[in-house]
């Protein structure tokens, strides 16, 4: 009997905390899959003392049981994954159950500084990207010159297509050091040498595991406001980060999918500059960033913070079809005396949806509801909370539109309330 998938998606502009609750969720399944996004994700995972910082090995990884695929609408920085698998073999972790499709498109060192000097040409419209080539790798994708990690395995296809890529983008590299095309070249091959025994035809392997009946969580890098497509343009990042996201970067059918849990903070936050309608400024930002730890996984930029936004998160259940709601980081908010939840848009006087987000004259209703004083890190059921933060998570499902399965209320793997 055939199976199918869930997936697993952030709803708001990354940072949900997806990278702990797919480790949670992955004693449940046999197979985890990231299907788009690069090195730009920063997953971590705290397990007692020891914080695992994930990149684009899927989050599934603590857990030996499962397999771990990197799905072919990912872009891969071969030497960065490189280094994550020695990071994860110190810890003892066994990354030969790590396979790589041979769609997924490579991060060579020219997408990097292509990166860094479109950032600058943009000047003041800069989008505060991480730096780390996805847009670039993501172009080549659509301009057809992609490497695939299937190259990896063809020295002399390897070495063409970086000679014929770096030649081409001479003109966009401006202002960056000069690029040994040699040294990328033979990156590449090292790279090769250790990747290839983990390239497999990414379309069989994800299908014939599906045929299987085995259990696959497929798990979304960025969020849902990010969406090249659908998210605040042009301040988004260049792949499709919602639930349909993951048929296109699987090379699945919508109907292989079950359901599609959406991962949402109990705030909102965003790193890199765009229309954010509910940031906050001043003391109340400080204290959700303070509390919250709001700093990249990635870059260490410290990430904007503001209210829960509702608007925001209805879009994002219409655009992935959410079949339920996890809410992370809700003992971040205890201590607030009063807390705020955007609920509408208005412009010029008239009600607004999400699509008016980077208006410059949008104006945003907020609903005040009472705040809690009590840690609630011990907390193990939704119905123990204190009155006042059980009202406000019964809040965010009432806003969404959607069940809430699970509450986090800590740091810590057992931090969790049902
Ligand atoms: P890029 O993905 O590096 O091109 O960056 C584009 C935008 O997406 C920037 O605003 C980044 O800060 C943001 N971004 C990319 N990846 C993540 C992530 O994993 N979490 C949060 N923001 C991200």
């Not at 497999?200 to 497509?229: C, M, P, W």
């Amino acid at each position: 009997m055939s199976s199918k998938a869930d997936v697993i998606v952030g709803i708001q502009w990354g940072d949900e905390g997806k990278g702990r609750i797919v480790d949670l969720y992955a004693a449940g399944y046999d197979v985890i899959a990231r299907f788009g996004g690069g090195d730009n994700a920063g997953h971590s995972i705290v397990v007692g003392e020891t914080e695992v910082a994930l990149r684009i090995v899927p989050s599934g990884v603590l857990n030996p049981a499962v397999e771990l695929f990197i799905g072919g609408g990912t872009v891969v920085n071969p030497s960065g994954l490189l280094e994550e698998f020695d990071r994860l073999v110190a810890l003892g972790v066994d990354v030969s159950r790590v396979k790589l499709s041979d769609r997924a498109q490579l991060v060579l060192p020219y997408h990097a500084a292509q990166d860094r000097a479109a950032e600058r040409a943009r000047g003041a419209q800069a989008l505060g990207t991480t730096g780390r080539g996805i847009g670039p790798a993501y172009i080549d994708k659509v301009a057809r010159s992609g490497v695939q990690a299937g190259d990896l395995r063809d020295p002399a296809i390897l070495r063409e297509k970086i000679r014929r890529n770096l030649a081409a983008r001479a003109g966009a590299l401006a202002g960056e050091e000069p690029l040994s095309e040699a040294e990328i070249v033979e990156g590449a091959l090292q790279a090769a040498e250790r990747l290839v025994p983990h390239v497999v035809d990414g379309v069989a392997y994800i299908h014939e595991r599906l045929e299987a009946g085995k259990r696959v969580l497929v798990e979304g890098a960025q969020g849902s406001l990010l969406d090249v497509g659908f998210g605040t343009y042009p301040y988004v990042t260049s792949s499709h980060t919602i639930a349909g996201g993951a048929c296109i970067g699987l090379g699945i059918g919508p109907t292989a999918i079950a359901r599609v849990i959406g991962v949402v903070k109990a705030y909102c936050t965003r790193v890199g500059a765009g229309p954010f309608p509910s940031e906050l400024h001043g003391d109340a930002a400080e204290r959700l960033r303070r509390q919250g730890a709001e700093f990249g996984t990635v870059t260490g930029r410290s990430r904007r913070c503001g209210w829960f936004d509702a608007v925001a998160g209805r879009y994002a259940v219409r655009l992935n079809g959410l079949s339920s709601a996890v809410v992370t980081k809700l003992d971040v908010l205890s201590g607030f005396e009063r807390l705020g939840i955007v609920t509408g848009y208005r412009l010029r006087g008239q009600s607004v949806g999400f699509c008016a987000a980077s208006d410059p004259d949008l104006e945003v209703e907020i609903e005040e509801l009472p705040g809690w004083a009590e840690p609630i890190g011990a907390v193990r059921a939704i119905s123990a909370l204190p009155a006042a933060a059980r009202r406000y998570v019964e809040r965010l499902g009432e806003l969404l539109g959607v069940p809430i399965e699970l509450v986090s209320v800590g740091r810590e793997r057992e931090e969790l309330a049902r």
